[in-house]
Structure formats: C-alpha cells, structure tokens
C-alpha cells in the first residue's frame, strides 16, 4: 500500500506539473497578423463608418502613418501597392528592398522579410498568408525561392484571382469583392481552427473601387465592405484568446493614400497620397505611434513575438518598435565640410547613444559592412557630430541606443532630387 501510495502522488504530482506548464505554454504563446486594406487614405477611415477598427482601436490605438519614405529624400518611394506591401513586410523602404512598382521585377532579398525573420529564428513558428494576389507570396515574400531564404510558408489561400470560373472578371470589379469575402471567410476559419503564429491577410477591393469611382459613395461603401471582413478575423483572434489563453497582436493598415483632385489615384508623393493609417489592438503604444510610418510595422510585430532580429538585419531595418520601450527615434544627418552633424529625437532617453559609420554597403549584394565606432553620446544629448577622415562624400551611420538601433545614410543631396539612388549615389 505504501508503495502503491507514493506512485500514485509522484504521478499527480507530474500531471499536475504538465497542467501548469501546459497553462503557462499558452498563457506565453504570441501571435501576430496584419491585414492590408489597399488603397484607403486616412481621412477616409476617420470619416467613414468601421465599427470594427473602431473596435480594434479602443482596445490599442489609431494613427495616421507615413507612406512614401522622406520625401526628397534618398529613400522616397513611390505610393504604390506592391511598393507598400514591401515597406510593411521587410520594414525597409525601395532604396533598399528594391520594389518601385507593381512589376516587382527585382526585389533584394538581403532585406528580408518578416516571415523569413521569424521562421529563421524559430523554425517552429505557424506562418499563413491570405491574398487574392499571389505575387504577394511568390515574389514579395518569395515562397521557396532559395535567394529569398527558401522559406516554406505553412498555409497559403490565394490565386483565387486566377479562377475567373467562380470569379467572372466582369467590368464592374464585384468579383474582387466575392474574392475578398472568400480571403476573409478562410482567414477567420483557419484562424480560428489552426491559431499560426505570424499571418498575412491582403484585401483588394477598396482599390478597385477607389480607381474606378475615386472619392464616392461606391468607394465609402467598399470601406466599409472591408471593414465587416475585418471582423471575421477579428472575431476569430477574440475566439483563440479565450479558448486557448494566447496573447494576439492584430495590425491593420493601408499601402498608400489617393490624389486630392479625384480620389482615383495614386503613386506620387502629395500629402493624401503618403497619408496612411495604422490601427492595433495592442498596449501600451510608446511615443512613437503618434507619427509612425509602415516600416515601424515589421519591427513592432517582431518585438511582441519576442523575436530578435540578427543584427546585420537589424542594423539596416528603417521602422522601429511603436511598442516597448525606445532610446531614439527620428534620425537624420547632414554634413558640412568634413563634418558630419548626426540628429534624433531623444525617447527614453537614458543611457547611452554609440555612433558607428561604415563607407561599404556590401550588405545589399549579401556581404557585410564593417562598422567603426566614432563616438559615444548620451541618448538625451539629441546629436553628435564627428569628422569625416576617409575619402568618401558617403557613408551609413548606426546609432544604437539601449532599447534600439537606427541607421541613416549620408547621401549627397543633388543626386536625391526626384531619382532612385543607390548606395552612395549610384542612380539607377
């Protein structure tokens, strides 16, 4: 009897053991999905009905983001669809991942994506994506391409713009909606049944509507389409967290804003058109997420995961965390003469802001750029200034402050105005 007593207690004491850890396992899990509703201008959102994102939002928060990159700058970039999703996907704007338009004729891969972020870190980690656009998959991400990573994804619904049998492309576009109903439908169920860990959603037919009717009651009405295929998801994330107690991240953005005169297009750099939007069920927002751009997406996302980033990728990522803490944001540079003048809003601004340079920029052909230190700051100092001893007009500066890094490049400005440059000012 005692003998049959004691096992018996060693094994409610190992199956109390598992509960626990099983409990904690689920209590631990994060999970993240961003969802891209194309072509929505922020002060649409803001005046039109989206009971779900207003929902969303309650919960973390809303704010207006730029688009574009710095206008006038090395790193503007058109306000262009597959141009947007690549600045959210890599958190990198065209100067570096190389996509200018919807060709997506020669993305750089070295930046690299979020999924290949994280499956890299953790191969055991779920991914999906949702899309009627399948060069989403096979050329941004760049499924099972071997420059891309040769990344598998673990769930994919898309082509379905490829199926004009259910989906008769008739003039009027109503098949984009059909389709969308159908990304959202399959993203809310696989959700919902499989919980992966890192998802992409993209839905189409705002654009549609936007090019076809611009500024209108058609395209009001698709925002708020889109905003109802936004709560299936929604609903399926509020399921996951009850049932299985995870912790889940859900981002919501735009690729780019539309022309004042009409609401039609898209693509330059006005202010509606580099007006976008971030919503987040997440807090707390740092101070950051009163003015983010798209980049700051990728960055956000991982840091909630707990997935750190490899520092030669981390060191040339342009968006920052808009949660967690932050020493430094906002980072630019100029010159005069030799002497080079570093600047940066100050965050958290305790301790201390190292400032590293390099004259390669071996990283974007997959080489590595070595870095020399030229000086140290404190985070609340705001700036630095140092001299330029190599012969080079210029350079890539890394500022790594205790909760993050940022880079900028020093780029002669009269080969910027209204061209792509390459690293240092090789125009293409």
Same mark, same amino acid.
């Given at each position: 009897?005692? /003998? &049959?007593?004691?096992?018996?207690?060693?094994k409610?004491?190992?199956?109390a /053991? /598992?509960?626990?850890?099983?409990?904690?396992?689920?209590a631990?899990?994060?999970?993240?999905?961003?969802?891209?509703?194309?072509?929505?201008?922020a002060?649409v959102?803001e005046?039109?009905?989206?009971?779900?994102?207003?929902?969303?939002?309650a919960?973390?928060? $809303?704010?207006?983001?730029?688009?574009?990159?710095?206008?006038?700058s090395?790193?503007?970039s058109?306000t262009?669809?597959?141009?947007? $999703?690549n600045?959210?996907?890599?958190?990198?704007?065209?100067?570096?991942?190389?996509v200018?338009? =919807?060709?997506? #004729? *020669?993305?750089? $891969?070295?930046?690299?994506?979020?999924?290949?972020i994280?499956?890299?870190v =953790?191969?055991?980690?779920?991914?999906a994506?949702?899309?009627?656009?399948?060069?989403n998959?096979?050329?941004?991400?760049?499924?099972?391409?071997?420059?891309?990573?040769?990344?598998?994804?673990?769930?994919?619904?898309?082509?379905?713009?490829?199926?004009?049998?259910?989906?008769?492309?008739? %003039?009027d576009?109503?098949?984009?909606?059909?389709?969308?109903?159908?990304?959202?439908?399959?993203?809310?169920?696989?959700?919902l049944?499989?919980?992966p860990?890192?998802?992409?959603?993209?839905?189409? !037919?705002?654009?549609d509507?936007?090019?076809m009717?611009?500024?209108?009651?058609?395209?009001?009405?698709?925002?708020r389409?889109a905003?109802?295929?936004?709560?299936?998801?929604? @609903?399926?994330?509020q399921?996951?967290?009850k049932?299985?107690?995870e912790?889940?991240?859900?981002? &919501?953005?735009? +690729?780019?804003?539309?022309?004042?005169q009409?609401g039609k297009?898209?693509?330059?750099?006005? +202010?509606?058109e580099?007006?976008?939007? &971030?919503?987040?069920?997440?807090?707390?927002? @740092?101070?950051?997420?009163?003015?983010?751009?798209?980049?700051?997406? *990728?960055?956000?996302?991982?840091?909630?995961?707990?997935?750190?980033?490899?520092? *030669?990728v981390?060191?040339?990522?342009?968006g920052i965390?808009?949660?967690? %803490?932050?020493?430094?944001?906002?980072?630019?540079?100029?010159? =005069?003469?030799?002497?080079?003048t570093?600047?940066?809003?100050?965050?958290d601004?305790?301790? #201390?802001?190292e400032?590293?340079?390099?004259?390669?920029?071996?990283?974007?052909k997959?080489? =590595?750029? #070595?870095?020399?230190?030229?000086?140290?700051?404190q985070?609340?100092?705001? %700036?630095?200034?140092?001299?330029?001893?190599?012969?080079?007009? $210029?350079?890539?500066?890394?500022? #790594?402050?205790?909760?993050?890094?940022?880079?900028?490049?020093l780029?002669?400005?009269?080969?910027?105005n209204?061209k792509?440059?390459?690293?240092?000012?090789?125009? !293409?």
């Amino acid at each position: 009897m005692p /003998c &049959i007593y004691k096992t018996s207690v060693r094994k409610a004491i190992v199956t109390a /053991c /598992c509960l626990i850890l099983t409990f904690f396992s689920y209590a631990q899990q994060r999970k993240a999905i961003f969802i891209i509703l194309d072509g929505i201008p922020a002060d649409v959102i803001e005046s039109e009905e989206t009971p779900v994102l207003d929902m969303i939002a309650a919960q973390g928060g $809303y704010t207006r983001a730029i688009q574009g990159g710095m206008r006038d700058s090395y790193n503007q970039s058109p306000t262009i669809s597959a141009v947007g $999703y690549n600045h959210v996907l890599t958190g990198t704007w065209s100067n570096k991942h190389n996509v200018w338009d =919807n060709d997506i #004729k *020669a993305p750089n $891969y070295h930046y690299w994506n979020i999924f290949r972020i994280a499956e890299t870190v =953790n191969p055991q980690l779920k991914t999906a994506i949702f899309s009627s656009w399948t060069d989403n998959r096979t050329k941004l991400v760049g499924e099972n391409l071997p420059e891309a990573g040769g990344i598998k994804l673990d769930y994919t619904y898309d082509g379905l713009e490829l199926d004009t049998v259910r989906f008769p492309h008739t %003039k009027d576009r109503k098949f984009m909606f059909n389709i969308d109903e159908q990304i959202s439908t399959e993203a809310g169920r696989y959700i919902l049944e499989q919980g992966p860990d890192l998802s992409w959603v993209y839905l189409e !037919y705002t654009d549609d509507m936007g090019h076809m009717y611009g500024d209108s009651p058609e395209f009001n009405d698709a925002v708020r389409k889109a905003d109802a295929q936004v709560g299936r998801i929604w @609903n399926a994330l509020q399921q996951r967290m009850k049932l299985y107690h995870e912790e889940w991240m859900i981002v &919501i953005t735009t +690729d780019h804003g539309r022309d004042v005169q009409t609401g039609k297009n898209h693509g330059g750099q006005s +202010d509606r058109e580099r007006l976008g939007w &971030i919503v987040t069920n997440v807090k707390p927002l @740092n101070k950051i997420f009163a003015q983010p751009a798209v980049v700051d997406i *990728a960055p956000s996302i991982l840091r909630f995961m707990n997935i750190t980033v490899p520092a *030669a990728v981390q060191e040339e990522t342009d968006g920052i965390p808009f949660i967690g %803490k932050l020493s430094i944001a906002n980072l630019k540079s100029t010159r =005069n003469g030799k002497k080079v003048t570093v600047t940066w809003t100050p965050v958290d601004s305790e301790g #201390k802001a190292e400032i590293w340079m390099t004259t390669t920029n071996n990283f974007e052909k997959g080489g =590595n750029d #070595k870095y020399i230190p030229v000086g140290t700051a404190q985070a609340a100092d705001s %700036k630095f200034t140092f001299e330029l001893t190599a012969k080079t007009d $210029y350079c890539k500066i890394l500022v #790594k402050g205790t909760y993050n890094m940022m880079n900028v490049w020093l780029v002669d400005p009269a080969l910027v105005n209204q061209k792509r440059v390459r690293p240092f000012g090789r125009a !293409y």
